[in-house]
Nanobody, 117 residues
Framework: QVQLVESGGGLVQAGGSLRLSCAAS??????????WRWFRQAPGKQRELVAS???????NYADSVKGRFTISRDNPKNTVYLQMNSLKPEDTAVYYC?????????WGQGTQVTVSS
């Protein structure tokens, strides 16, 4: 019943910034939301949890992105964001948003982020 649509990926030079967005198709207050999460997966690598934000507003980040990435949400718009600054070539991956609920997990379609050196 919930579809997630991602946007904001693209090609950027090292040191640049991008902001990813992930919007839910319906109001999500009607489900028991636990957290929004951002994952990424590069070719040949394991999918990695990048950042999360709970319903209470607590945030967590992978060590590799701490100080550079920021996860935030706009509840009235049913949208989560990932602000990515000081991008590095190793940040190149497909980024996926995830809405974690008590009974279900919903995924975005993925958006490619490519950072050139």
């Amino acid at each position: 019943q919930v579809q997630l649509v991602e946007s904001g990926g693209g090609l950027v030079q090292a040191g640049g910034s991008l902001r990813l967005s992930c919007a839910a198709s319906t109001n999500i207050f009607s489900i028991n939301t636990v957290a929004w999460r951002w994952f990424r997966q590069a070719p040949g690598k394991q999918r990695e949890l990048v950042a999360s934000i709970t319903s209470g507003g607590s945030t967590n980040y992978a060590d590799s992105v701490k100080g550079r990435f920021t996860i935030s949400r706009d509840n009235p718009k049913n949208t989560v964001y990932l602000q990515m600054n000081s991008l590095k070539p190793e940040d190149t991956a497909v980024y996926y948003c995830n809405l974690l609920a008590m009974a279900y997990s919903y995924w975005g379609q993925g958006t490619q982020v490519t950072v050139s050196s």
